[in-house]
């Protein structure tokens, strides 16, 4: 399968210290109590001291919001998770590596012109819906896992088209999604991430194939409905067989069947029946043809056809 072009998503794992309402209030705090001292003891020093010393104070406290841990190290050797809530830092000592999000993310991706196994290119869009399930590997067993994800989740893609035809990709696409979710599922366990789903949201196939297929669904429908015509045909020959049948066993009920197609033949006006002289013989109708006329002719008051007014 040629390696061809793929889309990569971007995102980034948030890190650092926070600036929150707390840190501000005991920086503020400590400044304002170096103030005080300036004011009583007229050191322009223990301002210059609370400053800093306020600057510190104000980085050890942190909040983690409901749905993050954050990855904490000290001196860079892990010492655990915090969060969520707040929680307590040695400036200098203790670093936030990272703020992992636990909740659902969803990260959309898509394989650009890539070969099925009957050398069809197609473009395939999908949506992966994943969560972070252990903060600590997703933060010391990768280096930027939702990088990482969208990177599995592109390969596994390429590899699950590379291995399909064109019309197993179009008729079963969630057999597909399920073998996808698996195979992404299984390269990014190892970093605390479970897949949830995966859903294929568009499969664009070229101009002049999709022309072809249309052109062959149409044959195909016309050819259904050529079998279904004859189907029809056969059914209703084999019912006039019986009928004929029906009919040699009983005159009677021919000479009526005969009566009613006349007169469902002239009871229009204007209407004309042809009748081959064969059937007038075999069947009788002279004496009702002549009936039905003198009735037709009575009905518009004119002369019957075929006569001489007098």
């Known amino acids: 399968m ?15 210290t926070r600036v929150n309402f707390l840190s501000v209030l005991v920086m503020l705090g400590v400044t304002a109590v170096g103030g005080l001292g300036l004011l009583l003891a007229g050191s322009i020093g223990s301002i210059v001291g609370a ?3 306020g600057l ?10 409901q749905w993050e841990r954050a990855v904490v190290l000290r001196l860079g050797r892990f010492i655990g998770l915090r969060g969520p809530g707040l929680f307590w830092r040695i400036p200098f000592v203790d670093s936030v590596t990272a703020w992992v999000d636990q909740r659902v993310i969803t990260t ?17 869009d999908a949506v992966l819906f994943w969560m972070v399930h252990d903060a600590e590997r997703a933060a010391l067993e990768v280096q930027n896992y939702p990088q990482a994800v969208s990177w599995a989740a592109q390969t596994a893609l ?41 859903e294929m949201r568009d499969i664009i196939i ?28 056969v059914e209703i020959a084999t ?10 066993k009983n005159p009677t009920a021919l000479q009526l069947r ?27 109708l002279g004496g009702m043809m002549g009936m039905a006329a003198m009735q037709q002719q009575a009905t518009e008051g004119g002369p019957a056809s075929g006569t001489t007014p007098r």
């Open 108 to 124: 959309a991706f898509a394989a650009e012109e890539t070969l099925t196994s009957d050398t069809v290119p197609v473009n395939v």
């Open 239 to 248: 019912l006039f067989e019986e009928a004929s049948h029906v009919y040699q």
């Open 56 to 65: 510190l104070l104000g980085m050890a406290p942190q909040v983690a919001q």
């Open 158 to 198: 390429r590899d699950i088209i590379g291995r399909t035809s064109l019309a197993e990709l179009l008729h079963g696409r969630e057999r597909i999604e399920g073998e996808l979710q698996e195979l992404i599922d299984a390269r990014c366990m190892p970093w605390g991430v479970a897949v949830q789903a995966v």
């Open 206 to 233: 070229p101009a002049t194939l999709q022309d072809a297929m249309s052109r062959e669904a149409q044959a195909t429908r016309e050819k259904r409905a050529r079998i279904i015509l004859g189907e029809a045909e």
């Open 258 to 284: 005969a009566m009613n197609i006349l007169f469902e033949g002239i009871k229009q006006k204007g209407a004309l029946m042809i009748v081959p002289s064969s059937a007038v013989q075999e069947m009788g």
């Open 51 to 53: 400053a800093v010393l």
């Open 2 to 16: 040629a390696m061809l072009p793929v889309t990569v998503s971007n995102q980034v794992v948030p890190s650092g």
